[in-house]
Structure formats: C-alpha cells, structure tokens
C-alpha cells in the first residue's frame, strides 16, 4: 500500500544549527512533493515545492531535496531560530494525478531552543 | 487580499446530529478541497472539487459525509449523524494552479 513517513515525530535542535527533516514514501510515483508549516490551532503553509526531475531547491534558509531513486525528501532549515519552532508536513502529489489531491505525512514537530 | 476563511471555527455537537461546515476559498480560485485532521496525526484527504467537473469524493470516510460547492465559490461539508470518532479539525484548502494550496484556518468539530 502507499505510505508516507516522516521518520521523527519530534526533533529538538539548539538555535544557530541546521535542522533536518526526513520524508520516506513508498508505492509512489510522484510528480511533485511539498513541505508545510504548521503552527498551532492554524492551517498549514505551503513553503516549498519540488519536481520529480528536480534535486534541490533553495528558498532563503530553506532547502529541500528529492531522490526519487531512495523515494526520499530531505528538508534543511539552517541558521535555525527559534521562530522556526512548528510542525513541518511533507505532502506527495502522485503522477498522474491532474489537480492537487495531496496525501500528507504525519508532520515533525520541531523545536528550536534559544 | 482575503485568504481562505471557514466557520464556525469551533463546533460542539451532540452523537447523533447533523452539521455543517463552511468553507469561503480565495477570489478566483478554482479548486477547492476538504481535509480532516485528527490529533497527532497527518491530513486526510475527503473531497476536492476543481471548477464544474464532478468532485472527487474518493477520501469521504463514510456516507454521512457529503459535500457541495454552490456556484463555483462557497463549499458546505455536511457530516449526519454525528459520531465521537467524527471529532477532528476540518481544514479547507483552495488553488489557482496545481502546485500551491491555501489553507483556512480550520473548523474544530467536538462530538460529546
């Protein structure tokens, strides 16, 4: 069956470093793959999008990269602060799929101590 | 501009009664999508609907879910009767194109 995993549930990290965060899919063939922000009581924020023919894609301290042969994401926040504290969610959009039916992992929650 | 908005934003009901929902997506935004979000867990896809085409209904979990976007804007998810395991935060989503989707702020649903 299809699954997504983010494989932390929580992560903590000391303000200044580089936060990591991992999406595993598997069954999946995707066309593209996205990374939310989620903070508390709010709806989540689309923060970046990569393409299944792309590897890396930068947007100010955030980085996100796609292997579609380990059919895996990593997100990177460097320079991390303490407003970076949220819940991070990686969402698939499967090939073939003509509009924005997203499947969701389960979210990493991060916490960036001062 | 106005984001996507949704009301009530927190709903308490009694097992057994119906409710509705209610999503206002972005100006101009021409698909719509329903999600269900239980504690500590990732969104789960109900319904979208993309301009006059049918909806895809694929992820509703039940028949006592139903959705309805009147005029190509406005969408109402009604859930009857109501169950416990029903409780979630019901988040609405709408897009212009297929790569980024707005979220609303959600509706809390409590079923005593």
């Known amino acids: 069956s299809q699954k997504i995993e983010q494989n932390s549930e929580a992560l903590n990290i000391q303000e200044g470093k580089t936060a990591t965060l991992t999406c595993n899919y598997t069954?999946?063939?995707?066309?593209?793959l996205q990374w939310y922000r989620q903070d508390p009581g709010r709806g989540p924020v689309f923060l970046l999008l990569?393409?299944?023919?792309?590897k890396e894609k930068r947007k100010e301290r955030l980085k996100v990269t796609f292997d579609t042969t380990l059919k895996q994401s990593l997100f990177h926040i460097t320079a991390s602060q303490p407003a970076d504290s949220a819940t991070y969610l990686c969402?698939?959009?499967?090939?073939?799929?003509?509009?924005?039916?997203?499947?969701f992992g389960q979210g990493t929650i991060l916490t960036v101590h001062p | 501009g106005a984001g996507v908005s949704q009301s009530p934003s927190n709903k308490v009901t009694e097992k057994g009664k119906d409710v509705e929902l209610r999503c206002d997506p972005i100006?101009?935004?021409?698909?719509l999508y329903w999600y269900r979000q239980s504690l500590g867990q990732g969104l789960e896809f109900l319904i979208y609907?993309?301009?006059?085409?049918?909806?895809?209904k694929s992820g509703l979990p039940s028949d006592r879910f139903s959705a309805e976007r009147t005029g190509g804007s406005v969408s109402t998810l009604t859930i009857q009767r109501t169950q416990q395991e029903d409780s979630a935060v019901y988040l609405c989503?709408?897009?212009?194109?297929?790569?980024?989707?707005?979220f609303g702020p959600g509706t809390r649903l409590t079923v005593l």
């Open positions: 609907f993309q301009g006059n085409s049918a909806p895809d």
């Open positions: 990569i393409r299944e023919n792309e």
């Open positions: 989503a709408s897009s212009r194109t297929f790569d980024t989707q707005y």
């Open positions: 100006s101009g935004h021409t698909a």
């Open positions: 969402a698939l959009l499967a090939g073939g799929t003509s509009y924005g039916k997203l499947t």
């Open positions: 069954n999946y063939s995707p066309a593209y």
